[in-house]
């Protein structure tokens, strides 16, 4: 039997067409090709679990192209029904924290599989692998297979089975494959997963199955034998040459990791630092306004332990703020975006701080207070534990942040990594790390006339630094401006502040002057410095948890040590008694004094006017009925997978509609009559019987009696003959004729839905037949012939 018989043998009577054993081989050559291309997504996830959404969408696209073959559904409907099983099935694979009960389709889970379908590889190459958020982001290995297996079993089932079998046929439906395995390279990182067997299989599958599916001469029986011969013979010195030679490339002509071309080295996040105003700038917003406010509670912290919140190495003139995304340096700019898993640190001499809970109160701010270098982050509680996709991290700073913002009862759980406490006589000998940071702009001259004369005659960059810090602690004097304090101060750190701290006869200031003073001393004598913000609370031995306030809000400054990593200096002196003969206290003025209001003891009710009176009695009125959010869930849970389901079917259904209104609307007679004809061969095949192309109307009403199983056949047969005399007479057809012939055509394609069961007559909506040429015929007057 040829392989042609076997296919017409294959197709049932019922309409369905099974593939042939050769298609069921392009189908797994293709889908191994598309697995292989999956897993080089791992270095971006750091393991497997995205596993489950990348084999879950190329078996979602296989089988949706395969039932697509064999219930012959057209190419709108195909679509169609392919985006709603990626909805649908797309929550419980790729967004299972979203879903209802696991499984079902959410309001949340279907905007995520949308939003991670547009912009999720956006994300993917500005997240900090390993990738743990957004959680949407597993969309990205869920669509790229489920497209490319869609794409290459339609062309498998459809296309490569067609004749001629010709090798470019073929070459084409190794593109998405191919492009599969270039994506997960580019969107991978330095180190490629299991680059050198991944490739050597890709290759060596994709050059035999070219070799065996391309077409060859007929030979006789004893000649098909030898030519099968030389075929394993030529398949065994492919895969000899592609792993010798494919292995021997790797090994020599393999750039190194750190040269290879991957997007993320490309690519900038898209968060910029300077929309957020500089943290250091709000110092005194602390020190004044919430000074006795609690801001947050820490649980973990040990003796000496500071809290950071954001580094700052970039000075304009006005003020230190962070480095901006555009920069090059190795600086406090370059956040990416973070799932729980944070990037350890690279320059440092770690000390272990684990299991330290962060519980936020009063403080209100995008930057996320930490203890040196996290390494883990989790939020346990609050609006924060919805809001994970809008994390950052600057693994070079240990500076987070939610766009979002903290706000109260926010909840979190870090592990962090801080900079061993180092004394002077431990830097002795060390050398200053040569780290890039921005340039300084701005600088007032006489910060490196100080910074010279307190540096005086020592050599060492340890010796230098501590000289500077020395004395400004023992020559300064602390007061944050505060009505309380002896002398006032005032805010500020730019430029010109810093010019008046060195020129009065005593230097007063806080942790904002001090902080900033040293950092461009020691910038001006050439060393990396950067200021820190943060808070240091008093905790003692055993303290279980310690209550921040504004009051417990620092700065100071970190200098970077070759082989030891940032080293902190705190500038700042603890005397407030300044010299009073130095430094005289403003005279008071007197005040005029204003006469107080009558004090009226009344209830805030009785304030208010009964114009609001009412309106409050509106608002409290309009709150007595409340629908609860599970109503909304379970609503959401039944409309979205029903309008998934009723949408295209009124899409299809009016489409099909406007087709017969078309036919049976035709101006002339014989059109009409071709149209109904035409209604009722597309009716069969959208039931999915077979209706042959390129035959007489008479054949075609032929085979299909052949396939319907009916005690009484309907007239197909004369409808064929009837609808070939009206066509091709050229007698006028009056429009009873007419009419006559679409009531037979329509009952005949009643006889036949009669002989399928409910779920073909189900799937039958969703078909739409010859789509493609319908749609480019629907603006021809005469669609119906």
């Given at each position: 039997m040829?392989?042609?018989?076997?296919?017409?043998l294959?197709?049932?009577?019922?309409g369905?067409r099974l593939?042939?054993?050769r298609?069921?081989?392009?189908?797994?050559?293709?889908l191994v090709?598309?697995l292989?291309?999956?897993?080089?997504?791992?270095?971006?996830?750091?393991g497997y679990?995205?596993?489950?959404?990348?084999?879950g969408?190329?078996?979602l696209?296989?089988?949706?192209g395969?039932?697509?073959?064999?219930f012959?559904?057209?190419a709108?409907?195909?679509?169609?029904?392919?985006?709603?099983l990626?909805?649908?099935?797309g929550?419980?694979?790729?967004?299972?924290?979203?879903?209802?009960f696991v499984v079902?389709?959410s309001?949340q889970s279907l905007?995520?599989?949308a939003?991670?379908?547009?912009?999720?590889?956006?994300?993917i190459?500005t997240?900090s692998?390993?990738?743990?958020a957004?959680?949407y982001?597993?969309?990205?290995?869920y669509f790229?297979?489920?497209i490319?297996?869609?794409?290459s079993t339609?062309?498998?089932t459809?296309?490569?089975?067609?004749r001629?079998?010709?090798?470019?046929?073929?070459?084409?439906?190794l593109?998405?494959?191919?492009?599969?395995?270039l994506?997960?390279?580019?969107i991978?990182?330095d180190?490629?997963?299991?680059?050198?067997?991944?490739g050597i299989?890709?290759?060596?599958?994709a050059?035999?199955?070219?070799?065996?599916?391309r077409?060859?001469?007929?030979v006789?029986q004893?000649g098909?034998?030898r030519?099968?011969?030389?075929?394993?013979?030529?398949?065994?010195?492919?895969v000899?040459?592609?792993?010798?030679l494919?292995?021997a490339?790797?090994?020599?002509?393999?750039?190194?990791?750190?040269?290879?071309?991957v997007?993320?080295?490309e690519?900038d996040p898209?968060?910029?630092?300077?929309d957020?105003?500089?943290?250091?700038?709000?110092?005194?917003?602390?020190t004044k306004?919430?000074?006795?406010?609690?801001?947050f509670?820490?649980?973990g912290?040990?003796?000496?332990?500071?809290?950071?919140?954001a580094t700052?190495?970039s000075f304009?003139?006005k003020?230190?703020?962070?480095?901006?995304p555009?920069?090059s340096a190795d600086g406090s700019g370059?956040?990416a975006?973070?799932?729980r898993?944070?990037?350890?640190?690279?320059?440092?001499?770690?000390t272990?701080r684990d299991?330290?809970?962060?519980?936020?109160?009063?403080?209100?701010d995008?930057?996320i207070?930490?203890?040196?270098?996290?390494t883990d982050?989790?939020?346990?509680d609050?609006?924060?534990?919805?809001?994970t996709?809008?994390l950052?991290?600057?693994?070079?700073?240990?500076?987070a942040?939610?766009?979002?913002?903290?706000?109260?009862?926010?909840r979190?759980?870090?592990?962090?990594e801080?900079?061993?406490?180092l004394?002077p006589?431990?830097l002795r000998?060390?050398?200053?790390?040569?780290?890039e940071l921005p340039?300084?702009?701005?600088?007032?001259?006489i910060?490196?006339?100080?910074?010279?004369e307190?540096?005086g005659?020592?050599?060492?960059p340890i010796?230098q630094?501590?000289?500077?810090?020395?004395a400004?602690?023992d020559?300064?004097f602390?007061?944050?401006g505060?009505?309380?304090d002896?002398v006032p101060?005032?805010?500020?750190h730019?430029a010109?502040?810093i010019?008046?701290?060195?020129?009065?006869n005593q230097?007063?200031?806080?942790?904002?002057?001090?902080a900033?003073?040293?950092?461009?001393?020691?910038?001006?004598?050439g060393?990396?410095?950067?200021?820190v913000m943060?808070?240091?609370?008093d905790?003692?031995?055993?303290?279980a948890?310690?209550?921040?306030?504004?009051?417990?809000?620092?700065a100071?400054?970190?200098?970077?040590?070759?082989?030891?990593?940032?080293?902190a200096?705190?500038?700042t002196?603890d005397?407030?008694?300044?010299p009073?003969?130095?430094?005289p206290?403003?005279?008071s003025?007197?005040?005029?004094?204003?006469?107080q209001?009558p004090?009226a003891d009344?209830d805030?009710e009785?304030?208010?006017s009964p114009?609001e009176l009412?309106?409050?009695?509106d608002?409290?009125?309009?709150?007595?009925?409340?629908?609860?959010?599970?109503?909304?869930?379970?609503a959401?849970?039944v409309?979205?997978p029903?309008?998934?389901?009723f949408?295209?079917?009124?899409i299809?259904g009016?489409?099909?509609?406007?087709r017969?209104r078309?036919?049976?609307?035709?101006?002339e007679?014989?059109?009409q009559?071709a149209?109904a004809?035409?209604?009722?061969?597309d009716q069969y095949s959208?039931?999915?019987f077979?209706?042959?192309q390129r035959l007489?109307?008479?054949l075609?009403?032929?085979?299909?009696?052949?396939?319907?199983?009916?005690?009484?056949?309907p007239?197909?047969r004369?409808?064929a003959?009837?609808?070939d005399?009206?066509v091709?007479?050229?007698h006028?057809?009056?429009?009873?004729?007419a009419?006559?012939?679409?009531?037979?055509?329509?009952?005949?394609?009643?006889v036949?839905?009669?002989?399928?069961s409910?779920?073909?007559r189900?799937?039958?909506?969703f078909?739409?037949?010859?789509?493609?040429?319908w749609?480019?015929r629907?603006?021809?007057?005469?669609?119906g012939?």
């Open positions: 040829s392989e042609r018989q076997a296919e017409t294959r197709d049932t009577g019922q369905l593939p042939s054993g298609t069921w081989a392009d189908i797994a050559v293709l090709l598309a292989l291309g999956v897993i080089g997504f791992e270095p971006s996830f750091g679990g995205f596993l489950v959404a990348g084999l969408g190329l078996v696209g296989a089988a949706t395969i039932l697509a073959s064999v012959r559904l057209g709108i409907t195909t679509a169609l029904g392919a985006i709603v990626y909805f649908l099935i929550t419980p694979l790729a967004v299972p924290a979203q879903a209802v079902f389709p309001l905007a995520s599989i939003i991670g379908t547009v912009y999720g590889w956006a994300d190459v997240l692998t390993p990738i743990g957004p959680q982001i597993a969309v990205v290995p790229a297979a489920w490319v297996a869609l794409v339609t062309l498998a459809r296309w490569l089975s067609a001629p079998r010709t090798a470019w046929r073929f070459g084409v439906a593109i998405a494959p191919v492009a599969l395995y994506a997960g390279i580019l991978g990182t180190e490629p997963y299991q680059a050198g067997m991944r299989v890709f290759g060596v599958l050059l035999v199955w070219l070799g065996w599916r077409q060859g001469l007929s006789a004893e098909a034998a030519l099968r011969r030389r075929k394993l013979a030529g398949t065994a010195a492919i000899a040459g592609a792993v010798l494919g292995g490339a790797g090994f020599w002509a393999a750039p190194a990791n750190d040269q290879r071309f997007l993320r080295e690519i898209p968060f910029d630092p300077l957020y105003p500089s943290p250091l700038s709000g110092f005194r917003h602390y306004q919430v000074t006795d406010d609690v801001l509670t820490v649980e912290l040990q003796v000496g332990d500071v809290i950071r919140v700052l190495d304009t003139g003020l230190w703020n962070v480095t901006g555009e920069s370059s956040f975006l973070v799932g898993d944070l990037p350890a640190p690279a320059f440092i001499t770690p272990e299991n330290i809970t962060f519980t936020i109160a009063d403080y209100d995008v930057w207070p930490s203890v040196g270098y996290a982050l989790d939020f346990t609050g609006a924060a534990a919805s809001q996709d809008s950052r991290y600057n693994a070079l700073t240990g500076t942040v939610l766009t979002t913002g903290l706000t109260a009862g926010d979190y759980t870090i592990d962090a801080a900079q061993e406490v004394t006589e431990d000998d060390a050398e200053i790390a040569p780290v340039p300084i702009e701005g600088s007032p001259d910060v490196t006339v100080r910074a010279q307190f540096a005659s020592s050599e060492s010796a630094l501590e000289a500077i810090r020395v400004l602690v020559t300064g602390l007061s944050h505060r009505a309380s002896a101060s005032r805010a500020g730019g010109d502040r010019t008046e701290l060195f020129e009065r230097m007063v200031g806080d942790q904002e002057q001090y900033s003073a040293f950092a461009l001393m020691a910038r001006s004598l060393y990396p410095a950067r200021v943060g808070f240091a609370p905790i003692a031995e055993g303290q948890s310690v209550d921040v306030t504004g009051d417990d809000v620092t100071w400054v970190e200098v970077a040590f070759e082989g030891v990593g940032w080293v200096f705190n500038p002196p005397e407030t008694d300044i009073q003969d130095q430094v206290k403003p005279q003025e007197p005040q005029p004094q204003v006469r209001p004090r009344n805030d009785k304030l208010l114009v009412e309106e409050t009695e608002d409290d009125n309009g709150l007595e009925f409340i629908i609860p959010g599970w109503v909304y869930v379970l959401l849970s409309l979205i029903a309008a998934l389901f949408i295209p079917l009124l299809i009016a489409i099909k509609a406007r017969s078309r036919r049976r609307g035709a101006p007679g014989h059109d009559v149209g004809w035409e209604e009722l061969t959208e039931l999915g077979t209706v042959p007489t109307r008479p075609v009403a032929a085979q299909l009696e052949q396939q319907l199983h009916v005690e009484e056949l007239r197909l004369s409808l003959a009837t609808t005399e009206a091709f007479s050229g006028p057809v009056d429009e009873s004729t009419e006559q012939v679409w009531t037979e055509a329509l009952a005949a394609v009643a036949a839905k009669s002989t399928l409910g779920w073909r189900l799937v039958s909506r078909r739409i037949r010859s789509a493609r040429e749609v480019a629907l603006g021809s007057p005469r669609a012939r």
